[in-house]
Nanobody, 119 residues
Framework: QVQLVESGGGLVQPGGSLRLSCAASGNIFRIFAMGWFRQAPGKQRELVAA??????NYANSVKGRFTISRDNAKNTVYLQMNSLKAEDTAIYSC??????????????WGQGTQVTVSS
């Protein structure tokens, strides 16, 4: 089994910054991709950013403000969020596309962390 544990959420004022972390542990052979999703009240979950190898993709709404990065040695993905806006308020969850053996791959999710942007 694989576990993902997020940290770094909280309350921040508009224009502020937060850094989210998500560490994967357990039966990991190799992690193919990691990403961050968010879900605001009354809205569908949306992809915020994802990273595969050295390639990163972002939602248009966060381009230029958020940066995703990955430490392969620690099986950890980060999301640096700058210039935060009220509309970034949501529960942020990480996921990972994990090989638990050479030919077995599954997607795992973290429990989510609340990010609230408010004055």
């Amino acid at each position: 089994q694989v576990q993902l544990v997020e940290s770094g959420g909280g309350l921040v004022q508009p224009g502020g910054s937060l850094r989210l972390s998500c560490a994967a542990s357990g039966n990991i052979f190799r992690i193919f991709a990691m990403g961050w999703f968010r879900q605001a009240p009354g809205k569908q979950r949306e992809l915020v950013a994802a990273i595969t190898g050295g390639n990163a993709n972002y939602a248009n709404s966060v381009k230029g403000r958020f940066t995703i990065s990955r430490d392969n040695a620690k099986n950890t993905v980060y999301l640096q969020m700058n210039s935060l806006k009220a509309e970034d308020t949501a529960i942020y969850s990480c996921n990972a596309d994990v090989y638990t053996s050479i030919n077995t791959k599954n997607i795992y999710w973290g429990q989510g962390t609340q990010v609230t942007v408010s004055s």
